[in-house]
T-cell receptor, first 114, second 115 residues
Framework: GQNIDQPTEMTATEGAIVQINCTYQTSGFNGLFWYQQHAGEAPTFLSYNVLDGLEEKGRFSSFLSRSKGYSYLLLKELQMKDSASYLCAVRPTYSGAGSYQLTFGKGTKLSVIP | ETGVTQSPTHLIKTRGQQVTLRCSSQSGHNTVSWYQQALGQGPQFIFQYYREEENGRGNFPPRFSGLQFPNYSSELNVNALELDDSALYLC??????????????FGPGTRLTVL
């Protein structure tokens, strides 16, 4: 089966750094995605990791360790507009029909306070 | 280049009714995936269409069905609506099922409320 775990909620202060963790157990692995989702809106793509290591994109970075089934999203210089849910999603195996679907975690609701 | 669009934005139905949701894929994309997101949950994969054929299905009953048209736009049909079908329905498009960057482009979603 597929299982993806993320903390339910986190709170951080404006200007600070926050790390949102994601652990996964899936049948195979072919990439991990992070999305930002504001209330009532669609998810917005943030990052994609398929190899181990850190991917940096502006204030956002994402790390992956395939051997540990672990990823994190790092947000620096937090702004009030970063208050949102952050979704971790894994694409399991890469073969056959239906293997391109994503399995999502329940999301981490981040509140940024002044 | 136009993004993924969905219609309608919001919809209210009653139990037992049928509903059709629509998705227009991003220009150049031939693959559309549909997801259901209940309140407080992550999206769940319903199915994917590639070149007008279903190309994989999640754990949803047969009353969830779909179509893809020659222009690669897609429909999601849900029959015999149940209260638990109330959710945000999302579609995502990509250049191909094997596009490793697929599911980067989600539409704005359709909010379905079943009363």
């Amino acid at each position: 089966g597929q299982n993806i775990d993320q903390p339910t909620e986190m709170t951080a202060t404006e200007g600070a750094i926050v790390q949102i963790n994601c652990t996964y157990q899936t049948s195979g692995f072919n990439g991990l995605f992070w999305y930002q989702q504001h209330a009532g809106e669609a998810p917005t793509f943030l990052s994609y990791n398929v190899l181990d290591g850190l991917e940096e994109k502006g204030r956002f970075s994402s790390f992956l360790s395939r051997s540990k089934g672990y990823s994190y999203l790092l947000l620096k210089e937090l702004q009030m507009k970063d208050s949102a849910s952050y979704l971790c999603a894994v694409r399991p195996t890469y073969s056959g029909a239906g293997s391109y679907q994503l399995t999502f975690g329940k999301g981490t609701k981040l509140s940024v306070i002044p | 280049e136009t993004g993924v669009t969905q219609s309608p934005t919001h919809l209210i139905k009653t139990r037992g009714q049928q509903v059709t949701l629509r998705c227009s894929s991003q220009s150049g994309h031939n693959t559309v995936s549909w997801y259901q997101q209940a309140l407080g949950q992550g999206p769940q994969f319903i199915f994917q269409y590639y070149r007008e054929e279903e190309n994989g299905r999640g754990n949803f009953p047969p009353r969830f069905s779909g179509l893809q048209f020659p222009n690669y736009s897609s429909e999601l049909n849900v029959n015999a609506l149940e209260l638990d079908d109330s959710a945000l329905y999302l579609c995502a498009s990509s250049f191909s099922p094997g596009d490793r960057g697929s599911e980067r482009f989600f539409g704005p979603g359709t909010r379905l409320t079943v009363l």
